[in-house]
């Protein structure tokens, strides 16, 4: 990265225009996590209030560079960095800004050809602008959580570890059982049915949470 380009957003999972979240040098020189939406923006990380040297960062190099190498390595001109969880050679890396606010660095299992979380930004989503409250964009807020899931789970997707993977965390892609977490995933959604009587009773719940799991 350099001061003259950015890391961007897709808009949501399936519209792959620009949209609202960026990585980028700020006129201080410093590395930083912006929202810019239809009626706000705001930068919320390094959090609002922090000070650069508090947060491990000086201002006083203008070059505004940031550098991953191969074995997982980033350093930027600010003073950050962080090394993936797998530091080292022989894997394929991608940094990427997700479309819920969150930056992440991404390691190729070329086995299994699965892109794993290595590192990521923020450890508590809740503290991305523009994911929760009023100002809430992107596919999920607009339609509903509940109201996305379950459009996912009925879809006509071929395979169903399609729809399970754009649904979960993507820290968790390629380290759960997707059989296991379709059941969990198809118990939470007639939990939240509206009709309470088609809800399964608590002692249904723990029957079939204990019973096709282990």
Same mark, same amino acid.
């Given at each position: 990265?350099?001061?003259?380009?950015?890391?961007?957003?897709?808009?949501?999972?399936?519209?792959?225009?620009?949209?609202?979240?960026?990585?980028?040098?700020?006129?201080?020189?410093?590395?930083?996590?912006?929202?810019?939406?239809?009626?706000?923006?705001?930068?919320?990380?390094?959090?609002?209030?922090?000070?650069?040297?508090?947060?491990?960062?000086?201002?006083?190099?203008?070059?505004?560079?940031?550098?991953?190498?191969?074995?997982?390595?980033?350093?930027?001109?600010?003073?950050?960095?962080?090394?993936?969880?797998?530091? @080292?050679?022989?894997? *394929?890396? $991608?940094? &990427?800004?997700?479309? %819920?606010?969150?930056?992440?660095?991404?390691? /190729?299992? =070329?086995?299994?050809?699965?892109?794993?979380?290595?590192?990521?930004?923020?450890?508590?989503?809740?503290?991305?602008?523009?994911?929760?409250?009023?100002?809430?964009?992107?596919?999920?807020?607009?339609? @509903?959580?509940?109201? *996305?899931? $379950?459009? &996912?789970?009925?879809? %006509?997707?071929?395979?169903?570890?399609?729809? /399970?993977? =754009?649904?979960?965390?993507?820290?968790?892609?390629?380290?759960?059982?997707?059989?296991?977490?379709?059941?969990?995933?198809?118990?939470?959604?007639?939990?939240?049915?509206?009709?309470?009587?088609?809800?399964?009773?608590?002692?249904?719940?723990?029957?079939?949470?204990?019973?096709?799991?282990?």
């Amino acid at each position: 990265m350099t001061r003259n380009s950015r890391l961007v957003s897709f808009r949501c999972h399936n519209n792959f225009t620009p949209g609202f979240y960026s990585l980028f040098f700020d006129d201080d020189n410093l590395l930083r996590l912006a929202f810019d939406g239809p009626e706000i923006s705001s930068v919320y990380w390094p959090g609002p209030g922090v000070i650069s040297w508090d947060a491990g960062r000086t201002s006083y190099d203008s070059s505004r560079i940031a550098v991953l190498n191969s074995s997982g390595y980033f350093r930027s001109s600010d003073d950050f960095e962080f090394q993936a969880s797998d530091y @080292g050679t022989g894997a *394929w890396r $991608r940094l &990427k800004m997700d479309v %819920d606010g969150n930056v992440r660095l991404y390691s /190729l299992d =070329e086995e299994k050809r699965i892109w794993s979380v290595s590192w990521q930004a923020m450890s508590q989503p809740s503290k991305i602008h523009g994911v929760c409250g009023p100002n809430a964009t992107g596919e999920m807020e607009q339609r @509903g959580l509940v109201k *996305w899931v $379950r459009e &996912k789970a009925n879809g %006509d997707h071929g395979r169903k570890e399609l729809w /399970l993977e =754009e649904i979960i965390d993507p820290v968790m892609k390629g380290k759960c059982d997707l059989r296991k977490m379709e059941i969990l995933v198809q118990l939470a959604l007639e939990c939240l049915e509206e009709d309470n009587y088609a809800r399964p009773t608590m002692r249904q719940v723990i029957d079939r949470e204990a019973s096709p799991l282990k």
